[in-house]
């Protein structure tokens, strides 16, 4: 089945920032979550179920993904060269353990986020950076999705190390566009959220909470 969700910007909610501030992409509530359209993946058997709740440190996101394939996003103008770092709280309660994430009946993750680029006339030529939850890989790795040079699996975190507990990240955008796909970018077009299991068959459990870019 090919992951071509990367390269669909899901929502027809624009976000257009020019300020040096924080900028918050996802508020988590149950409005937003109505409004943002759940597309599966075409070849999938199922959606991944999304529901919003919350916790001391505010709103998030829930994943379940059951022999699921399914993403949220939103149409952006994220300027990188005022705020180019991604900053993702999340959580991987039950992971996908043994399965080999560089195959095509291996790639799946518990959990994900896309930084998508236009980069021509159709969605196919979009090319993306997929920050990951990984369950089988070590922080760092990084490696072409199997289905398209065109994404980058890039692995920020482990549940190797933090299995079930609440981790927060950043990566610099601007600069891992220039890494893996030699694309000076200064404008970021869109940004999505999945989890998915449709090639493995298997079940994940994750969340995500307070995604947003900042200066640094």
Request: overall charge positive; hydrophobic content about 35%; charged content about 25%.
């Given at each position: 089945?090919?992951?071509?969700?990367?390269?669909?910007?899901?929502?027809?909610?624009?976000?257009?920032?020019?300020?040096?501030?924080?900028?918050?992409?996802?508020?988590?509530?149950?409005?937003?979550?109505?409004?943002?359209?759940?597309?599966?993946?075409?070849?999938?058997?199922?959606?991944?179920?999304?529901?919003?709740?919350?916790?001391?440190?505010?709103?998030?996101?829930?994943?379940?993904?059951?022999?699921?394939?399914?993403?949220?996003?939103?149409?952006?103008?994220?300027?990188?060269?005022?705020?180019?770092?991604?900053?993702?709280?999340?959580?991987?309660?039950?992971?996908?353990?043994?399965?080999?994430?560089?195959?095509?009946?291996?790639?799946?993750?518990?959990?994900?986020?896309?930084?998508?680029?236009?980069?021509?006339?159709t969605p196919l030529s979009n090319?993306?950076?997929?920050?990951?939850?990984?369950?089988?890989?070590?922080?760092?790795e990084n490696r072409p999705s199997?289905?398209?040079?065109?994404?980058?699996?890039?692995?920020?975190?482990?549940?190797?190390?933090?299995?079930?507990?609440?981790?927060?990240?950043?990566?610099?955008?601007?600069?891992?566009?220039?890494?893996?796909?030699?694309?000076?970018?200064?404008?970021?077009?869109?940004?999505?959220?999945?989890?998915?299991?449709?090639?493995?068959?298997?079940?994940?459990?994750?969340?995500?909470?307070n995604i947003y870019f900042s200066?640094?």
């Amino acid at each position: 089945m090919l992951k071509k969700f990367y390269i669909i910007i899901v929502s027809l909610i624009l976000i257009n920032t020019s300020s040096a501030e924080n900028i918050k992409i996802f508020e988590f509530t149950e409005k937003e979550l109505l409004e943002l359209e759940v597309r599966k993946v075409r070849g999938a058997e199922n959606k991944t179920v999304y529901s919003v709740g919350s916790n001391e440190n505010g709103n998030f996101l829930k994943a379940v993904a059951d022999n699921a394939a399914s993403g949220l996003g939103k149409e952006i103008k994220i300027n990188l060269n005022k705020t180019p770092f991604i900053n993702i709280t999340w959580k991987v309660e039950k992971d996908l353990k043994g399965i080999k994430e560089n195959t095509k009946k291996g790639h799946d993750y518990a959990a994900r986020v896309f930084a998508i680029k236009k980069t021509g006339a159709t969605p196919l030529s979009n090319r993306a950076i997929n920050y990951v939850f990984s369950s089988n890989s070590e922080v760092g790795e990084n490696r072409p999705s199997p289905y398209t040079k065109k994404s980058i699996d890039n692995v920020l975190t482990s549940t190797s190390d933090s299995l079930n507990q609440w981790v927060t990240v950043k990566a610099n955008v601007q600069e891992d566009f220039k890494r893996f796909h030699d694309l000076d970018v200064s404008e970021l077009d869109g940004l999505a959220i999945m989890a998915d299991t449709d090639n493995s068959k298997m079940k994940s459990i994750s969340y995500f909470q307070n995604i947003y870019f900042s200066e640094n």
